[in-house]
């Protein structure tokens, strides 16, 4: 099983930055895509940012130009750089990851368990 694990949240204010790690592990794998996502209370989880293979970038057009999204292959680890933060980023973001685990010959789609990003003065 394919197991994510989160860091970097916290509280900030307005103008800020902070930044999140994504760390994947598990015994053998590969990773394909991999994205950060958002959620606030009672609304659906939102597509924050993805790096399908590492070689493109897609972005949320509310963070486009303030959030980078990087992934390490090496560390199988993937970082959202958060800049110039506003309010409306306040969520729980969750890291998603999707590859194959060899282990059990089958394809995963993980998810972490979540950070808190609060922006507030």
């Known amino acids: 099983q394919v197991q994510l694990v989160e860091s970097g949240g916290g509280l900030v204010q307005p103008g800020g930055s902070l930044r999140l790690s994504c760390a994947a592990s598990?015994?053998?794998?590969?990773?394909?895509?991999m994205g950060w996502y958002r959620q606030t209370p009672g609304k659906v989880r939102e597509l924050v940012a993805a790096?399908?293979?590492?070689?493109?970038?897609n972005y949320a057009d509310s963070v486009k130009g303030r959030f980078t999204i990087s992934r390490d292959n090496a560390k199988n680890t993937m970082y959202l750089q958060m800049n110039s933060l506003k309010p409306e980023d306040t969520a729980v973001y969750y890291c998603?990851?999707?590859?194959?685990?060899?282990?059990?010959?089958?394809?995963?789609?993980?998810w972490g368990q979540g950070t808190q990003v609060t922006v507030s003065s």
């Open positions: 998603n990851a999707a590859g194959l685990d060899y282990s059990v010959s089958r394809r995963y789609n993980s």
């Open positions: 598990g015994s053998m794998f590969s990773i394909d895509a």
């Open positions: 790096i399908p293979s590492g070689r493109s970038t």
